[in-house]
Nanobody, 124 residues
Framework: VQLQASGGGLVRPGGSLTLTCRAS????????MGWFRQAPGKEREWVAA????????SYTDSVKGRFTFSRDNAKKTDFLRMNDLKPEDTAVYYC??????????????????WGQGTQVTVSS
């Protein structure tokens, strides 16, 4: 399986963006999808995860109530809707796929496949 992330851009504080992660190739029967972000000079940070059936989602505290993880199974595409963006949300965002049964999968080391990253910049 390969992942391709897109949808980043420049947005003003309080604005919104929707990131897209498209999977191609053979997707595992059971998996967790995750979103991570990495700001300059900082470690990669887990943002959100969705279970393989989409029945469970989990978010890091700083984005709860602002970010929403959704999925179009038919198109093998995941979305991260980001509302009320703040300057501290500025980072390169990555989608990732993991096959561990742990929930939530919130550590980068637990993910097996990564997309290429998309830049999100929140600035006035």
């Amino acid at each position: 399986v390969q992942l391709q992330a897109s949808g980043g851009g420049l947005v003003r504080p309080g604005g919104s963006l929707t990131l897209t992660c498209r999977a191609s190739g053979r997707v595992p029967a059971v998996y967790t999808m995750g979103w991570f972000r990495q700001a300059p000079g900082k470690e990669r940070e887990w943002v959100a995860a969705m279970s393989w059936l989409g029945m469970r989602t989990s978010y890091t505290d700083s984005v709860k109530g602002r970010f929403t993880f959704s999925r179009d199974n038919a198109k093998k595409t995941d979305f991260l809707r980001m509302n009320d963006l703040k300057p501290e949300d500025t980072a390169v965002y990555y989608c990732a796929l993991g096959t561990s049964s742990t929930w939530p999968l919130d550590t980068a080391a637990d993910y097996d496949v990564w997309g290429q990253g998309t830049q999100v910049t929140v600035s006035s």
